[in-house]
């Protein structure tokens, strides 16, 4: 028998399964409530027929069962403020990547100027530690006030959340190159741009890589806190909208859901840090 | 009028309005009994248009209509069917796609919140009237009042529905730098409930609730006006004795249940949802503490108005007429299926109908039946500004006192509501500062400052 219980995998499973017993029956036992007085009464609040009361929560099955409702609807359109959930998912990775992409464009540039530039770091650096701490949502009032259009609201959200890992990894990065490297590009003679493009560049991109990596996870659950707020569509107004209907089922599946595309997102990027990475 | 339009319009308006009288009252048909004089052959005169329609509906064997008309008279039948069905609005839904000119803009985005005060909206879309009127509307649902107004205030939404008291505090600019607002209707009258948790059911006495919680959707709304006259009018201090709490309704359930709040005073399905869940029960209803109140309304910036006037016309005339089809109790059968459609209020139905039909169940054991429960007569009455203006005042959230009555004359456009209203054959009161009935005691809207002085000095 030796091996099977070795592997990680049949570990996971294991506790997987253990967590869906112990769910199931925390919400499955729970005996009816007061026997209904009066068949019509009863109705009124839900107590009869196939519609037993909605509990709290909903059972592992009640789960399985809406996920594959909404799954097997996930790109229907039934009204502006009724689309299937993959819509809602698209919408949110929209939002996602276009935030990201403008903070990619800004943060990697300026770490590199805060990174070969120590003054300039040491000149910024009041800021961006102020800024840094400030959850992304508290942004989002002034957002609306000056951007004036919720959309884009939401895209700044994204940016102002992903732009500081960015920056301080890439900044951390450019000025972390050995000066072994540097030493030497000096002796070959190398001009200032040829050793920025052939030596601090290829040096520094698993730490900027690894500030991708951040940014997008935190993107990634900022976009939900932001939807839930502002939203028109996406997965955060999917719960938010959801919950308005305490269809607790729905919500978990898109708990689950949020976290398989975070871990996919991660996985990308992951994949890229592999390809792109300087072996020494 | 061509005849041609009116043939069209008319197929539509009758699927959806025959078989009720806006208004009660008999209608003359002034344009009908012209066509018939004017014409040489009773047959013919009837041919045109709707009147063919309606009459070969009311007597299909044209062999019999035609023996009916000869010994009658068209004239005579003519006012014998609009004494039987509603010509007049049926006409003027006829004429809806009259315009004074080109629309300025089509394609609208319009806000509203996931409650039965959205109803009218809702049907504007349902029965196609925002369509008839040329416009493209977009239905947004919104998560929140504060998001509404600064949506409205952003220009991404350009109707939206709005707590009133709301477009009074952005056209003073209390509070805020002025935005002028304008309340075209009043979406719905009553249609909020005052809801306590389980573990009070035996505490109905407000004089009892001190160190109460209450959830509230928004400080300056309606709701928090009523209820907080509702606990003073019971010897409480709403700003010492209870707290208040702004809650966006999809909570209110679960803090409910988590024993977070005491109680809530919220637009519908909320208080229904809550006795679904079991969280809770309905102590009152708010048309018990003012018969007739206001709540959503339908709004718009001065600034959108003035720049598309015609646009606004449209607008304006396809939600008045949305609102009287669905105040009419006749045509509240199957309203509640549609409502709870996910991409509305997404509720379940059986609660969405408790609210509509007004029979329901209270959360303590009892069926309560109260028809008029919610209601969505769109006139905007100044009164109803008014009050909401001393009631500001008198819990500080207006630091200073102001002209209520010009203020109220410069925010609700009874003038157009009743010219609109009018059109489709009902008769709203000439604009005016009328009397209410407020928990038994009367308010003249005309003197608001006496009755501001009265409560103040009470207090």
């Known amino acids: 028998m030796k091996g099977l219980f070795d592997r990680p995998w049949v570990l996971s499973l294991l506790l997987f399964a253990a967590f869906v017993l112990v769910w199931h029956l925390a919400t499955g036992g729970g005996a009816a409530s007061q026997a209904p007085v009066d068949p019509e009464y009863a109705k009124l609040i839900g107590q009869s027929g196939p519609a037993q009361g909605q509990s709290a929560m909903p059972t592992p099955m009640d789960v399985v069962r809406r996920s594959g409702e909404l799954l097997s609807h996930a790109f229907d359109r039934h009204g502006t403020n009724d689309l299937g959930i993959g819509w809602h998912l698209v919408h949110s990775l929209a939002r996602v990547l276009g935030g990201y992409a403008i903070a990619v464009v800004v943060a990697v540039p300026l770490g590199f100027a805060i990174g070969l530039v120590p003054k300039l770091y040491a000149a910024l650096n009041p800021f961006i530690q102020v800024l840094k701490p400030v959850s992304p949502l508290a942004w989002m009032p002034l957002a609306l006030y000056t951007l004036k259009d919720s959309g884009a609201s939401a895209i700044f959200i994204i940016f102002i959340c992903s732009v500081w890992p960015l920056l301080i990894n890439t900044a951390f990065g450019v000025s972390a190159v050995r000066q072994d490297w540097l030493n030497v590009s000096r002796v070959l003679g190398l001009s200032v741009w040829a050793r920025i493009r052939h030596i601090v560049f290829p040096a520094a991109v698993p730490m900027i890589l690894t500030g991708m990596r951040i940014s997008i996870g935190t993107a990634w659950f900022v976009i939900v806190a932001a939807e839930m707020v502002v939203g028109q569509s996406g997965i955060g107004y999917f719960i938010w909208n959801e919950w308005n209907n305490l269809q607790i089922a729905s919500m978990i599946t898109a708990i689950v859901l949020i976290g398989l595309v975070g871990l996919g997102l991660d996985s990308l990027l992951a994949l890229m840090t592999r390809l792109l990475a300087f072996q020494e | ?459």
């Not at chain 2, 004089?37 to 047959?43: A, L, P």
């Not at chain 2, 248009?49 to 064997?61: I, K, N, Q, R, S």
């Not at chain 2, 949802?273 to 503490?289: C, K, N, P, Q, W």
């Not at chain 2, 609210?355 to 905007?380: E, H, M, S």
Request: aromatic share 8%; glycine share 8%.
């Open chain 2, 1 to 459: 009028m061509s005849k041609k339009r009116n043939v069209d319009g008319v197929q539509g308006a009758i699927s959806h309005s025959l078989g009720r009288c806006v208004c009660g009252q008999q209608h003359s048909a002034p344009e009908l009994r012209a066509l018939a004089r004017g014409s040489n052959s009773e047959e013919r005169a009837l041919s045109a248009g709707m009147d063919e329609a309606v009459f070969t509906g009311m007597f299909p064997d044209p062999a019999f209509r035609r023996k009916f008309l000869k010994a009658v008279g068209a004239g005579t039948a003519l006012s014998a069917m609009s004494a039987m069905i509603p010509l007049d609005s049926l006409k003027a839904f006829a004429q809806d796609t009259r315009t004074q000119g080109p629309l300025e803009k089509k394609a609208l985005n319009v806000g509203f919140l996931p409650i039965t005060c959205a109803t009218p909206l809702i049907y504007g879309e349902q029965l196609g009237l925002f369509t008839r009127q040329g416009l493209d509307v977009k239905l947004q649902k919104v998560a929140g009042i504060a998001l509404i107004r600064d949506k409205m205030i952003n220009g991404e939404l350009d109707f939206s529905q709005q707590v009133m008291p709301v477009a009074l505090t952005m056209t003073a600019g209390l509070g805020s730098a002025p935005v002028p607002t304008r309340v075209l209707t009043i979406l719905n009258q009553h249609g909020n409930s005052l809801v306590l948790a389980m573990k009070h059911k035996d505490n109905r006495n407000p004089r009892n609730w001190k160190g109460f919680k209450f959830a509230i959707p928004f400080d300056s709304s309606h709701q928090a006006l009523q209820l907080r006259y509702y606990l003073a009018e019971n010897g409480l201090d709403p700003d010492k004795d209870v707290s208040f709490r702004v809650v966006p309704p999809s909570e209110y359930v679960s803090n409910l249940r988590t024993g977070n709040v005491d109680g809530f005073f919220g637009g519908e399905p909320g208080g229904q949802r809550a006795v679904y869940e079991g969280a809770g029960f309905i102590h009152l209803l708010s048309r018990d503490i003012w018969k007739g109140h206001p709540c959503c309304s339908v709004t718009a910036s001065e600034a959108f108005i003035s720049k598309n006037p015609n646009t606004f016309l449209a607008f304006y005339r396809a939600i008045v007429g949305a609102s009287l089809h669905v105040s009419d109790p006749k045509n509240r059968a199957g309203m509640a299926k549609v409502l709870a459609q996910p991409n509305y209020l997404n509720q379940p139905e059986v609660v969405v109908d408790q609210v509509i039909t007004g029979k329901y169940a209270d959360g303590l054991g009892n069926i309560k039946n109260v028809p008029d429960r919610v209601d969505f007569q769109p006139y905007p009455h100044y009164s109803m500004a008014v009050w909401m203006m001393t009631q500001m005042r008198r819990w500080n959230m207006i630091k200073q006192d102001i002209d209520y009555k010009k203020l109220a004359e410069q925010v609700m456009l009874a003038t157009d509501a009743r010219r609109l209203m009018g059109e489709l054959g009902v008769q709203a009161p000439a604009p005016g500062f009328r009397k209410e009935t407020i928990l038994g005691k009367e308010f003249d809207s005309n003197r608001p400052e006496e009755y501001l002085k009265r409560q103040m000095t009470k207090a």
